[in-house]
């Protein structure tokens, strides 16, 4: 009984009427996009019309750039489908939003953060660089500080969310036109499928901070100085770090960077470095985790 309060509550007449599906058990406390999408015969049925981004997503939040979390309507739509395992002790299910539960004390089943950052956790979406870098095809040259706005701490470059794709994407007539902000698979996958999470790993430790590579000799550093291949970038996957051929030609001129950084203090850039070997941190290329491996 304890369960049932935990994940009951006041609940709409068109919420009473609803005829909850109610058997597909839970088996993952990691959401699992690729299930909810594509051509499965329970999402073909749902509801006579099937499952859309907006029944879990909320569109209004979604066009005003923000990120409403699904459930909060005393966990509709999710208990539609998951009917039963709403009945059962707190289990998978509940901590695929939950730290934990506990039904007996008031504020015991705190909600975890949303949406869980990390690329490992988040579902990806597509990017072209290229196209947001055209200004024939923008109508305006885009400056990478529109999108990637600094951290107040550490200064480097955050990765964008809804708010900054919305000042376009919603409130500019061309841009919300040819895609607007409520057309989810314009960005994110529709099939079913989950887009792998990828990053590009250097294979050393690198020490690098953007706070130092701001301004030289009271000039702005352009970030195209260095991500020169931002302009050619297609995907997500295809964004290489910028190579040390990059660093030396800053790092090599006395004129421009001091004696302690320069090239041959490797220690300067890289916490562990053999005696002897050059660093491979030029070796480089995406690392994808799959479904099984987001943990």
């Not at 809804?162 to 994110?188: F, S």
């Amino acid at each position: 009984m304890l369960a049932l309060v935990a994940c009951g509550g006041p609940r709409t007449r068109a919420e009473v009427e609803r005829k909850p599906i109610g058997a597909i058990a839970v088996t993952t406390e990691v959401f699992p996009h690729a299930l909810h999408t594509g051509d499965r015969p329970e999402l073909r049925q749902w509801r006579g019309r099937g499952v859309t981004c907006a029944d879990c997503h909320d569109p209004g939040a979604v066009k005003e750039g923000k990120v409403a979390r699904p459930g909060l309507d005393q966990h509709a739509p999710c208990d539609e489908c998951h009917h039963a395992e709403f009945g059962k002790p707190p289990g998978k299910l509940c901590r695929v939003c939950h730290l934990r539960v506990d039904p007996t004390v008031k504020g015991g089943s705190p909600l975890g953060e949303y949406p869980k950052h990390g690329v490992l956790l988040t579902l990806g979406s597509e990017f072209s660089h290229q196209l947001h870098l055209d200004a024939g095809r923008m109508g305006e040259q885009l400056a990478c500080e529109g999108c990637h706005a600094r951290d107040g701490k550490t200064h480097d470059p955050t990765q964008p969310g809804h708010a900054a794709c919305a000042r376009c994407h919603e409130r500019k007539p061309d841009v919300q036109a040819a895609l607007p902000m409520e057309k989810c698979g314009g960005c994110h996958p529709s099939s079913d499928r989950a887009l792998p999470r990828c990053l590009l790993i250097p294979t050393s430790e690198l020490v690098f901070h953007h706070a130092t590579h701001e301004r030289e000799r009271g000039n702005t550093i352009r970030c195209q100085t260095c991500h020169s291949a931002a302009a050619s970038s297609k995907s997500r996957t295809d964004m290489p770090v910028p190579t040390m051929e990059r660093c030396a030609q800053c790092h090599e001129d006395s004129a421009r960077t001091p004696d302690r950084v320069r090239m041959d203090n490797c220690a300067a850039c890289h916490l562990e470095i053999e005696q002897g070997l050059p660093p491979m941190v030029d070796s480089v290329s995406p690392v994808c985790f799959g479904d099984d491996e987001q943990r």
